[in-house]
């Protein structure tokens, strides 16, 4: 498996893989497949190319089957601050260790820019296998959003999680 930063050649896989997900576990995202499958692909290379932003991904054989985005706050009084943000794991390679290496990629890039203190999360609060990962690598959690999502008329509480650097 390789771990790497994506960029802007990497956008058709990455907005492929988006959208898998947006429709696999649409209780996972505050944005659904049908608000973003017509979105051109420059937006996705933008995205991809925003300096306030790392969007790391996991490859096995070629083929991008997991992404992780890292976000600094931008704002000066917020600037110690980064949020972990749209990861996903394709289904048939979850539990084989690619979640927990994006999230240590992550990590590991917010200690090296420094400036990051804290890093925060939300995760589906019935979503164990994503918390227990969290919590191997230190995050805990600091509160509950009650009904933070509805799909489908069904509500999703959310995990509010932070891990101190």
Do not use: C, W
């Not at 306030?52 to 992404?67: D, H, M």
Request: cysteine-free; proline content about 2%.
């Amino acid at each position: 498996m390789e771990i790497r930063q994506l960029h802007r050649h990497d956008a058709e896989a990455y907005f492929a893989l988006r959208l898998e997900a947006l429709k696999t576990n649409p209780e996972a995202f505050g944005s659904s497949y049908e608000e973003e499958k017509d979105y051109p692909i420059s937006r996705t290379e933008n995205r991809l190319a925003d300096s306030s932003s790392y969007v790391f991904g996991a490859f096995v054989e070629n083929q991008l089957i997991g992404v992780l985005t890292l976000m600094k706050d931008t704002k000066q009084k917020m600037s110690h601050r980064g949020h972990l943000y749209a990861a996903y794991v394709t289904p048939l390679n979850r539990g084989k260790g690619a979640g927990k290496q994006l999230v240590q990629i992550a990590i590991n890039k917010a200690q090296e820019l420094r400036e990051i203190e804290q890093l925060y999360l939300e995760v589906v609060a019935d979503n164990i296998p994503a918390k227990k990962l969290y919590e191997s690598l230190g995050f805990e959690t600091y509160g509950i959003d009650r009904k933070a999502l509805k799909v489908s008329g069904k509500y999703y509480d959310e995990a509010l999680m932070v891990l101190y650097l």
